[in-house]
């Protein structure tokens, strides 16, 4: 077997509503091979994983997926609930998966749902290897990989702290995206994005966080605030430290000036030996080492957020207890097998490490590895009480002294940091601080572990206190997301809805097939309709309103670039595309298609063409209905049944009446705009335009503009200007030339039609049909073709997706012969030739239109020809009537 590729649908996808990885798997000579017909592969595979009993697959219940192994199942299917048990087995269970064929002979998609993206990764790899090896009847050590795959997962996962915060957004329901393979995280769409790393926030003051690296320059800070703190000189050698520690007299403490985590840190030392000796393993973390005084009493943890104490805990250094049996060593072998101990800080509490800070504690007090306490007896192995270092916590928020908890607050306060870890000495954090009390350090970017998961007590939830200062009042860091899709018109409706938006004075981010807007500024050029794109723009902080063009091949690859829209729009679903991505009919691009009408959120708007069949029937959909939305409908015909039994119920629709588009609210009626006044619509003959604007409007509508809003800024909305590439007509001599992005049968047919209204116009189309297309596709546009234009030239685009030269042009040229054979119908394979070439023979008053694969160069010979934009039909070839029909 062969693992092609995985993909990963990081957003809602055509699978799952959450993150999945597709794995397409080749089985190669196992294609044929089902578990029914390998001797004791069900044994083996039960035995090394007896949690699959417990899969209920199509069955439903425990014990399905085993009936479905011994009636015989294919390894692609076995392989999937393998990764699913391993997910299980490593602590990060998932319980979505599905495999499908993948439209080539013997490979597969096997889709699982995950938690930790590159964990599973590993994991679907190990289930191939499993499975093989099970399938020749060899060993596989099972163990070793899952020892591999947890130790991936804690070094790429989130820690701690930064999912706390994550976790607690989530429940707010503030989208969230990791922005690294590190903890970055963003939180919030567009102007209300905000950035968390571990418990750093984006509004995190930089000097502050420098004086809380600085140890002696906090201590001055605080000290010059009348808060209590520890003194203490810097020492540069040994010598210094000592000399140090006789100035401050007594007990002190030696620490890296720009230590964390406790690392390099030795208290109570009182003898020069000592602190020489503290000296040098300070220094490996820091040239300068701080030799402090050593205050007396329990060693707490207070978290302060925005200002306001969340959480204090008292830490507790690592120790054993003894048996009366064990050494020290055994005891740490022992404690570290615990499951709440684990690497770094993923697990509640930390494993013991070995070092020479804790070799140093135990001299000090004479006691090597090799003591064995007595029964009860608890033997601290260092000094300090972090959790990084094997400590333990305790909670004692609800114990702080009103006194204290000021104290903590303003010591926050005078450093500057939003989120601030000081760690206190008092003897009671109960009582007022004493003489010998005081602040040790302020930490920027405080481990919250303590605090989420403490050893004793109850757990706090500070990520919600970040949150809400992130977030105040309720906030859900969302801006409005406006979706737009279908088959054709898309493109165009999402310029109209950024254009409407734009002239209201908002910021719109915005993605279309030819790039990224920003402000009314293309910031990144290219077909960007899918999640990259809307991640872009979801992203930059300046934008204050989403439209996204969002397109099936995004859906189907990457899956969606947003969590939930307020508004969405499909304009129609046409047969297009059939023969790509695993698409064999309509009801596949359907389904596809039906994703953006899923993830309309509770109380927003979708927005549907009753004139298309396919959209109508997305109302019946249970997974559409699922969440509650209010369903708009337009039409090019206000006598639409549809439309008509849903404005009883008093729905709203927007249709065209009189040459007037109407919004309908039950029984009420408002104009908003007269359709021949919006150029794109070419004085009413583009009934596509017609449609697109109607999905346009009822968008802006929804998203709460006004009617005049809108009618003013599609009346001033130009082909030429606002929508590049989309039925722009040019004059060109004498006569016309009409480019547009078409390239289906319904597109052919929309601009055919338009053409008819055209009286008395030759019309010479040049146009082709990309050649992954399936050939029954190819064949009906051919047939389109024939039946709407006066003459045709068939041209090939670049990119021929598979065919051979000529394959595609050849075949819509013989259905134009064979569909009318009195129709004129040349072959040109390169674009720009047939353009030009038709230009030179084109007679006055005929219309030429091209359907463009690369626009630029098309737009280059039109200006080596003198072409200029034609607002409106009327202004440049009054002799062209509008058809009533």
Known sequence: MRVDKIRTLAGPNIYNHKPVLVMKLDLEELAETESSGLSGFNERLTALLPGLAEHGCSKGRPGGFIERLERGTYLGHII???????????????????????????????????????????????AVELVEALVKGEAYSLAEKLTEA????????????????????????????????????????????????????????????????DKELTKTILEQADLPVPRGQIAETPQEAIAAMHDLGGTVVAKPMDGHQGKGVSLNLSTPAEVSEAFRIAQEYSHDVLVEEQLTGRDYRVLVVNGKLVAASERLPCHVTGDGRHT??????????????????????????????????????????????????RVFLRETGNLSTGGTATDVTDLVHPEVKRQCER??????????????????????????????????????????TPTVGQPRDVGGAIIDMLYPQGENGRIPVISITGTNGKTTVTRMIGHVLQEMNWCVGMTTTDGIHIGGEIVSRGDTTGPHSARVVLSDPTVEVAVLETARGGITRRGLGYDWSDISVITNIREDHIGQDGIRDIQDLVHIKSLIAERVREGGTLILNADDEQCVRLIENERVRRVNKQFVYFSLNDNHLLIRKYLDIGGAAFFVRDGWIIEAIGHDEYPVVEVSSIPVTMSGTAHFQVANALAAIAACRAYGATRDNVAAALRSFRNDEHNPGRANLYQVGAGYVLVDYGHNTDAFEAVARMAARWSG??????????????DRLIEDA????????????????????????????????????????????????????????????????????????????????????????????GEFAPQFSMATG
């Open 80 to 126: 999937e609930h393998v990764a699913l048990e391993l997910s299980e087995l490593v602590g990060v269970p998932v319980y979505y998966g599905k495999t499908i064929y993948a439209d080539e002979p013997g490979c597969y998609n096997v889709v699982v749902a995950y938690k930790a993206e590159r964990g599973m990764r590993f994991l679907l790899g190990v």
């Open 150 to 213: 947890r130790r991936l997962i804690a070094r790429t996962e989130l820690g701690p702290s930064t999912r706390a915060i994550v976790e607690a957004a989530r429940q707010r329901g503030i989208p969230t995206f990791r922005v690294n393979n590190d903890s970055l995280v963003q939180l919030g769409y567009g102007k209300n994005r905000k950035f968390i790393q571990a418990a750093m926030t984006g509004q995190t003051s930089g000097i502050a966080v420098e004086i809380a690296g």
């Open 328 to 377: 020290l060593a055994e005891l740490i072998e022992t404690a570290n097998r615990d499951p709440l101990r684990g690497d770094g800080h993923d697990n509640a509490l930390t494993k013991i490490v070995v070092d020479q800070v804790m070799l140093a504690c135990l001299h000090k007090r004479g006691l090597s590895l090799d003591y064995v306490p007595a029964e009860g007896e």
């Open 411 to 452: 010591a926050a306060r005078v450093v500057g940091l939003d989120i601030c870890g000081l760690d206190l000495v008092a003897a009671d954090i109960s009582q007022p601080l004493q003489k010998g009390n005081g602040f040790i350090e302020a930490n920027a970017a405080p481990g919250l572990r303590m605090h989420t």
């Open 761 to 774: 116009r030759r019309v010479t189309a040049i146009l082709g049909v990309p050649g992954d297309r399936d």
């Open 782 to 873: 051919g047939r389109i073709a024939a039946k709407g234009f006066h003459r045709i030239i068939i041209k090939e685009d670049k990119d021929l997706r598979g065919r051979r030269s000529g394959e595609v042009a050849g075949l819509l040229c013989r259905t134009v012969n064979e569909s009318a054979p009195e129709r004129e119908c040349l072959t040109v394979l390169d674009e720009v030739e047939a353009f030009s070439q038709q230009l030179t023979e084109m007679k006055q008053g005929d219309v030429t239109v091209i359907f463009y694969d690369q626009l630029e160069p098309v737009l280059e010979v039109l200006a080596q020809r003198g072409a200029v934009p034609a607002v409106g039909i």
